[in-house]
Nanobody, 129 residues
């Protein structure tokens, strides 16, 4: 069964940190770029950070320097370390996979110019004091 399962969301105070995890099953993980997208109420889903199968990364301008994406191909898991959280980071965070092994394909997925093949169910991140 093809699955992406996210975990690690929660309620955190401004300035706090979280680590989100996305674990894949049912497909050849190394053949896919993996990304994190987020969607706040009333807003479009946006690409936050993506990583290619070779480890190249991309970040949206709003999270550069605060978010770090990494992947463990052996565990079929991608992590998103989120530091210095701000109230505007509040959103549902979704893991996504796109079948591409190129860095350009990964970048295209992150900028929503390439279709996503699989989506996770999402995990909520709420930043509030």
């Amino acid at each position: 069964q093809l699955q992406l399962v996210e975990s690690g969301g929660g309620l955190v105070q401004p300035g706090g940190s979280l680590r989100l995890s996305c674990t894949a099953s049912g497909f050849t993980f190394n053949n896919y770029a993996i990304g994190w997208f987020r969607q706040a109420p009333g807003k479009e889903r946006e690409g936050v950070s993506c990583i290619s199968s070779s480890g190249a990364t991309r970040y949206s301008d709003s999270v550069v320097g605060r978010f770090t994406i990494s992947r463990d191909n052996a565990k079929k898991t991608v992590y998103l370390q989120i530091n210095s959280l701000k109230p505007e980071d509040t959103a549902a965070y979704f893991c996504a996979a796109s079948r591409t092994v190129t860095d350009s394909g990964m970048s295209a997925m992150c900028s929503k110019k390439r279709p996503v093949d699989y989506w996770g169910q999402g995990t909520q991140v709420t930043v509030s004091s």
